[in-house]
C-alpha cells in the first residue's frame, strides 16, 4: 500500500502484479480549462482516467442566500469549502468514485504534467474521503515517458460501478474561522504556497486583491520539486520546512494558496518529511480576500 508517493518502478510492478488499481490524469491548466483534458486525450498512461479539476474535484457554485450561506438543491450539493475551486461534499465526491468504479479495496495513483500541482488534489481528496492506499506518481508522465514505458490516446473504457464507502478522514481541513483564530494566536504557522510576486501582492492574475493573510509564511509549492521533476528528499525536506517554521516547526502547520490546489503539495511534503500533520485551508486567499472584514497585508512580512 502507498499513500504518499510511487515511483515509476513501484507501479509497474502492480501493473504486472495485476493488483486492484484505478490511475488518474489530473493535468489541468488555469488558464485554459480544456486543455488538460485535451492533453490526456493526446497522451497518457494506459487504462488512467482524467480527473478534471473543474468537473470533478470541484462543487458548483450555489447562490447565496440573505444569510450568506450557499443556497442548493440537495444538502450533498452543499460545497465543503469557499473559494474559486470549492472541495465538493464527501458524500458527493464518494458518488463520482462509485460512478467510475473506483473500490475502496484499489489502490490509486494520481500523475499530472503539472509537478504534482493538480493530482495533489485527488490525492487530498482521497485522503479525505478516509482512502489511504493513495499515492503521487513522483516525477509525473514525465517520469514515465523518460522511463520508455508506452502511453496510450484518445478515450479508455468506461468501467462498471462499484459502492465507494466513505471513512474517517486522513487529512485536516480547516476554515476562515480556524485560519483567523490561529493568525490572532500565533497557535499555528500559516504558510502561503503561491509563487513569491503574488505572495507579496505584487501581482494578482486571478483574485480581485492582492497581498497575503497577515503573517502567513511564503512556500512555493514549486519548491518541494528537484531539478529531476521528482520531490525531494526526505531529509532535505526537512530541513527546508525546519528552516521557514523556525521554533514552530514542532507545531502542524496551516497551508493555502490561491483556491486550496497548489498547497497541496507543500501539504505531501509535509507529511513526507515526517513534521506533524499539516491542516488544508481550502477556501485559500480566493476566500480569505473576499471575506468582508479579515486583514490583508501587501510586501513581506515585518
Known sequence: MYDTLISVDQLRALQDSHARLMVFDCSFDLMKPQAGHEAWLQSHIPGALHADLDQHLSARHGAPGHDGRVMVAHEADRPASGGRHPLPSRERFAAWLGSIGFANDMQ?????????????RLWWMLQWAGHAATAVLDGGLQA??????????????????????????????????????????????????????????????LDPIAGHIPGALNRPFVDNIGPDGRFKPVAQLRAEFEALLGDRAATGAIHHCGSGVSAVPNV????????????????SWSEWSNTPGLPTRQGPNP
Open 108 to 120: 490509486a495513483v494520481v500523475y499530472d504534467r503539472n509537478g504534482a500541482n493538480y493530482c495533489g
Open 144 to 205: 514515465w515517458q523518460a522511463a520508455g514505458l508506452p502511453v496510450a490516446s484518445g478515450e479508455e473504457p468506461a468501467h462498471f460501478q462499484s459502492n465507494f464507502v466513505l471513512g474517517e478522514p486522513r487529512v485536516k481541513l480547516v476554515d476562515t474561522a480556524a485560519v483567523r483564530a490561529a493568525m490572532d494566536s500565533g497557535a499555528a504557522p500559516i504558510v502561503d504556497a503561491r509563487a513569491a510576486p503574488r505572495y507579496r501582492g505584487e501581482v494578482e492574475p
Open 268 to 283: 505531501l511534503a509535509a507529511r513526507i518529511a515526517g513534521l506533524p500533520e499539516p491542516a488544508l485551508y481550502a477556501g
